[in-house]
């Protein structure tokens, strides 16, 4: 059964709602992509109304902005330090937004959502 992005069957006090329909092509939902550190890899992907949006499945560089100076630079990735999001994204290594890297400049965090955005921008520590 593919899963939706529709209103909830239930209401918060577990009543059912009325069905008035069955589920729209344009409510699916697209599996969530888990960015990791690696050779580069993107996919677009087109959306609703033609539109593309780019996903960032694997990179090993990062836009990191050093707020002292406000100045951007292009840095390799040397390893993955944490992510607060979830146990489980810290264990499996998967680079989300607010997650902490380590560059060539020092410890990073990405201010970005790589998987949607199709970049990784990150801000100094």
Do not use: C, W
């Not at 560089?61 to 040397?78: A, G």
């Not at 965090?109 to 990784?120: A, F, K, V």
């Amino acid at each position: 059964m593919a899963r939706s992005q529709s209103r909830s069957k239930r209401k918060y006090t577990s009543k059912k709602y009325k069905i008035f329909r069955k589920k729209r092509k344009r409510e699916l939902e697209r599996p969530s992509i888990l960015t990791q550190v690696g050779k580069d890899k993107v996919k677009k992907q087109r959306t609703m109304g033609g539109n593309i949006k780019v996903k960032l499945f694997s990179t090993s560089f990062v836009n990191v902005t050093d707020p002292s100076t406000n100045k951007t630079s292009k840095v390799k990735i040397l390893k993955f330090e944490s992510n607060q999001a979830s146990k489980d994204l810290n264990r499996r290594h998967v680079l989300t937004k607010g997650a902490i890297i380590e560059t060539e400049l020092g410890m990073a965090r990405i201010t970005s959502r790589p998987g949607q955005q199709g970049q990784l921008n990150a801000v100094l520590i």
